[in-house]
């Protein structure tokens, strides 16, 4: 299987392409990326660059790929609504669209997170964002297109958050983070396991297109 994963860099995207390096049955990653991962491995190639809203000059790069693992975003604390939806929503698009074009045979899975409104008619702003960017991907005319909705990360294997903030609570909670796993599996996962879960759904399909925390789990 050939991937493009956008997002290598932040906290899931480390866990995807981990998985995806170790994984037999995925034989080459591109990470389109704004900065280098720091990995040198004979499967992965990275291409790095700054416009993430115009991809026409490398779309002879993205063709010929059976998945497009999407976890690319950022926190929308002390973010207006314009400016997270133009990262939010207007990069993912810019990205899906033109890989829709070019490789319809794809599977395109896309990391939101739970409590994401599917409505986008709610109060919170990130989940009316979150919700019109899944809608808009599930309409696109790739093969497959599954939203992956995880609750709180645990992240494994020295991965760390870039957000300050979260890694301040993943430092804080790290030594129960376990224990409260085992308890309430259906809003615990970790980076192992969302991708690992994206490798798998993109080999063998979901029966559901939006995959909800305890959905992950159970891949």
Not at 72 to 82: A, N, P, Y
Not at 156 to 179: D, E, F, M, N, Q
Request: charged content about 20%.
């Amino acid at each position: 299987m050939r991937v493009i994963l956008f997002g290598a860099t932040g906290m899931v995207g480390q866990g995807v392409l981990r998985e995806c390096l170790l994984d037999p049955e995925v034989g080459h990653v591109l990470s389109v990326t704004r900065g280098a991962a720091g990995q040198g491995h004979e499967k992965l190639r990275e291409l790095v660059r700054t416009d993430f809203l115009h991809f026409s000059d490398i779309e002879k790069e993205l063709t010929g790929f059976d998945a497009c693992f999407f976890s690319l975003g950022v926190s929308s604390s002390g973010m207006s609504e314009e400016n997270y939806r133009r990262v939010t929503y207007d990069v993912t698009m810019a990205a899906a669209e033109t890989l829709a074009h070019l490789n319809p045979g794809t599977t395109f899975i896309y990391v939101s997170g739970t409590g994401t409104d599917s409505s986008e008619q709610g109060r919170v702003m990130w989940a009316r964002v979150k919700g019109k960017t899944e809608n808009a991907l599930l309409r696109l005319p790739f093969k497959a297109s599954y939203m992956f909705r995880p609750g709180v990360i645990q992240p494994l294997h020295g991965i760390t958050s870039k957000t300050k903030s979260y890694r301040i609570l993943y430092s804080v909670t790290a030594p129960v983070l376990p224990l409260l796993k085992a308890i309430l599996p259906n809003y615990i996962t970790t980076t192992e396991q969302v991708g690992r879960a994206m490798i798998k759904v993109a080999k063998d399909g979901y029966p559901k297109v939006v995959l909800e925390n305890k959905d992950i789990n159970s891949v």
